[in-house]
């Protein structure tokens, strides 16, 4: 049997320079995330990443907490959409306006589910597929055929895949039938080191867990967990 458990990247570094880095609270979930991978017995024969840099982090974090030697497969299909094009072609401006008012102090958690599911609803209709780099519809074909690659690669492996909410939306997508803006929706509540299980049984892919975070529930700590 094909075990893949699919952790979305810990926490990056919002409104920093670059995003594309752990903070220091991510670098705390990672650890986190590894802790727990050891004391569950989960000893991952593959680590796969997408081709970003907090990918990367998080699992080489949660490794060297376990502690584990495994080199890391870089799969670019597992790469994140660009998210920040999906809401600034719906809403021009939307994240500099974002920007100004976490500057301020202010809370922007309603504000950029907002912008991002307008920016996700204009993108998944399909109507202005030529405003954009990579469509939904193609986007979700290259998470896909990854996944497949990855699975027929390695079977009867367990694999710890680390990636980004926007794969894991297609992959909830594809095996609940849940309809794109629904599927969006959920991939709101996707936890920054949250776990998602598959599993392949009898030649069938089967989702067998979504979205747990019991390794940073057990912190008793409101902050550690994050969204964005």
């Known amino acids: 049997m094909t075990t893949l458990l699919i952790v979305r990247h810990a926490q990056?570094?919002?409104g920093a320079a670059d995003y594309d880095c752990l903070s220091t609270l991510g670098e705390r979930q990672a650890s986190l995330l590894g802790d727990w991978l050891k004391e569950t017995g989960?000893?991952?024969e593959v680590v796969a990443t997408g081709a970003l840099k907090r990918h990367a982090q998080t699992a080489r974090g949660a490794l060297a907490a376990m502690?584990?030697?495994r080199d890391l497969l870089e799969m670019p299909g597992f790469s994140e959409f660009d998210n920040r094009e999906v809401m600034e072609r719906?809403?021009?401006g939307v994240l500099s306006r974002l920007q100004t008012l976490r500057a301020k102090g202010s809370?922007?958690?309603r504000d950029f589910e907002a912008a991002f599911l307008a920016g996700?609803?204009?993108w998944i209709s399909g109507r202005h597929d030529q405003d954009y780099?990579?469509?939904w519809t193609q986007f979700r074909a290259r998470v896909l055929d990854a996944l497949k690659a990855l699975i027929a690669a390695h079977p009867g492996k367990t694999v710890l895949l680390v990636t980004s909410g926007g794969p894991i939306i297609c992959m909830f997508q594809a095996l609940t039938g849940a309809p794109d803006s629904k599927a969006f929706e959920a991939g709101l509540s996707l936890l920054n080191c949250g776990m998602t299980r598959l599993q392949v049984r009898e030649k069938r892919l089967r989702l067998s867990s979504f979205n747990a975070a019991p390794h940073l529930e057990l912190q008793n700590d409101k902050d550690i967990l994050t969204y964005i």
Do not use: D, K, N, Y
């Open 12 to 14: 990056a570094s919002f």
């Open 67 to 69: 502690p584990l030697e």
């Open 90 to 92: 719906a809403e021009p």
């Open 42 to 44: 989960f000893m991952p």
């Open 107 to 109: 809370p922007i958690g």
């Open 120 to 122: 996700a609803e204009r």
């Open 133 to 135: 780099e990579q469509s």
